[in-house]
């Protein structure tokens, strides 16, 4: 199993990004996907969740409306749109793979993080 994560960067505050998370050795339509990301010196949260088939999505609160998860289930890809960007957003972001939730240890499979940096 690998998951692929891509589109970090560097960006002003109040920009967007997109990232992606491409995946391969497993049957994607059988697992929820997920970001969570880390930043300097604190411990990983949870960003965003989506069902198998895109029919239910959950957020952290500080997504407010500024981050949007989707999938293309015909290209094993999940997305991350980001916009409003704040410095506070500055991290590395993984995808993860298994159960839907909002909790790490429903993930058994883990991406490389994409780092996103939020300058003001």
């Known amino acids: 199993v690998q998951l692929q994560a891509s589109g970090g960067g560097l960006v002003q505050a109040g920009g967007s990004l997109r990232l992606s998370c491409a995946a391969s050795?497993?049957?994607?339509?059988?697992?929820?996907l997920a970001w969570f990301r880390q930043a300097p010196g604190k411990e990983r949260e949870f960003v965003a969740a989506?069902?198998?088939?895109?029919?239910?999505?959950y957020y952290a609160d500080f997504v407010k409306g500024r981050f949007s998860i989707s999938r293309d289930n015909a290209k094993n890809t999940m997305y991350l749109q980001m916009n409003s960007l704040t410095p506070e957003d500055t991290a590395a972001y993984y995808c993860?793979?298994?159960?839907?939730?909002?909790?790490?240890?429903?993930?058994?499979?883990w991406g490389q993080g994409t780092l996103v940096t939020v300058s003001s």
């Open positions: 050795g497993l049957l994607f339509t059988n697992y929820a």
């Open positions: 989506i069902s198998w088939n895109g029919g239910n999505t």
């Open positions: 993860a793979a298994g159960t839907l939730g909002r909790v790490e240890s429903l993930y058994p499979y």
